[in-house]
């Protein structure tokens, strides 16, 4: 039965200096239902709901609830109107513990006291709903990305919000928490709360939306049941044309030297690693989250110490020691977590991009040479699609996919002939995703080495020639570039699972 819009957002537009982010968008939501807003990197899904959210002013448009003209002039006012957000970046408050950032916009007090006591308790039960036991006192700060996603989703659903907007909600969740999250969605649904769900993976609004929404460059170009539509569909209306999986290297010729030579590691979670990556090679990092797969990389760029074992690279024609730390300065690399390591977000894409490669752009007295940094953004802009109105814009109001893309960017303007990429396609379209795989296999085409880390078997599919398995933290398997999803899947039954771990 389709019952009238709760929610009618129409003829929303937003421009900003040099970009149009929205262009006469509309959206409607209704109760009990979950809407999915989909649309490629900087389509502007994320702009027309910090419209709904208080946090943009729109140019022109209008937002009706349960028939009602409302205005959203700032997050207060939307809170007012029972509107949540769960943002794509998390806004959280690191230094803070878990209780005091699900209660970062109003704590409850006592005698005009903050009662800290029902402030735990309150944020204990919350979290229990969504079925996480973290302590509340813990610092968000110690968190991994997981548990900082369900600290911000408990923070939306303290106010009983009557619409919901989930902004990229599952991209660093685990599989187990992104059911939980689920259970949630269709929880809130017989509460019968209006949903607002964005996300990059198409199977997942089949599972949990009844209607879609399309946006194509800051306008709505589909707005169907999902009953009436397949996935094929909506990719097709994202991106104006069809996505393939087709495999995008060739199986190997026969790699070349080797380049990364990692013998008997161990440190952390890591036991025994042994590893090698030759050149023209693109070797998969496969496992379940919590294998390892993360802290092997983070443990070869010296992020995470390590106790033993001997990492060797090739420098000019000889294997030479390396200490993690020089890793870091000689192989291209891309960690799960671009907001923490990877961009400097105030400062401009050009200067984003160009900074790995500041060395070559020095003139010889050390002062920059801004007629090539300006070639290189310029170069990588065109190379990666990257949506920008210009190499100046600042980094942190690019869409979350095109930040991504300018972590992935700066790597490639380098040319290391060694790349360590872990998820480098998260939070990006489809169609951004072939062009980061696509760039992976021209890479090790072009003689560079890879290791790369996927939590998607379809990904490592169209580009690996070779997977390594983990789990607990050991490599149990290696399997051939031949190898199929199911060869994948299995490698990962057999092994013994990180839960069972003594
Ligand atoms: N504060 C801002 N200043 C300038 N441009 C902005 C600002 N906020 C958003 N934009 C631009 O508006 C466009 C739409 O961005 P938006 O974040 O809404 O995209 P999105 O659909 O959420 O993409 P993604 O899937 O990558 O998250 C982008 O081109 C972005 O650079
Ligand atoms: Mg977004």
Partial sequence: MTQAAYLRMEGLSKAYPGVVALRGARLEARRGEAVALMGANGAGKSTLMNVLGGVTLPDEGSVTIDGAAVHLRSPREALAHGIAFVHQELAMLPSMTVAENVFADGFPTRFGVVDSARMHREATTLLARLGCNLPTGRLVETLGPG???MVEIARALRRAPRIMIFDEPTSSLTSREKARL??????LKRDNVAIIYITHFV????EICERVTVMRNGATVADRAIAQTSPADVVHLMLGEADSAERLADASTGPGPVVLDVANLSGGLLRDINLTVSAGEVVGLWGLLGSGRTELVRALIGLDPIESGTLRWRAD????PITPANLHRIAGVVTEDRRGEGLLLPLTTRANLSLTSLRSLLYAFGVIDRGKEERLATDMIGQMHIKVSGSGQTVGTLSGGNQQKV???RWLATN???FLLDEPTRGLDVGAKTEILKLTAALAHAGAAV???SSEPEELLRICDRYLVMSRGRITAQLPGTANRTDLLAAVAAAPTPSRAA
Avoid: H
Wanted: glycine share 8%; charged share 25%; hydrophobic share 45%.
């Fill in 451 to 453: 290791l790369v880390i």
């Fill in 182 to 187: 689920f259970d949630i969605v269709q929880g």
């Fill in 147 to 149: 548990d900082r996603q």
């Fill in 416 to 418: 290391p002939r060694l």
């Fill in 317 to 320: 024609s000889e294997l030479q």
């Fill in 407 to 409: 972590v992935v960017g």
């Fill in 203 to 206: 199977d997942e609004i089949f």
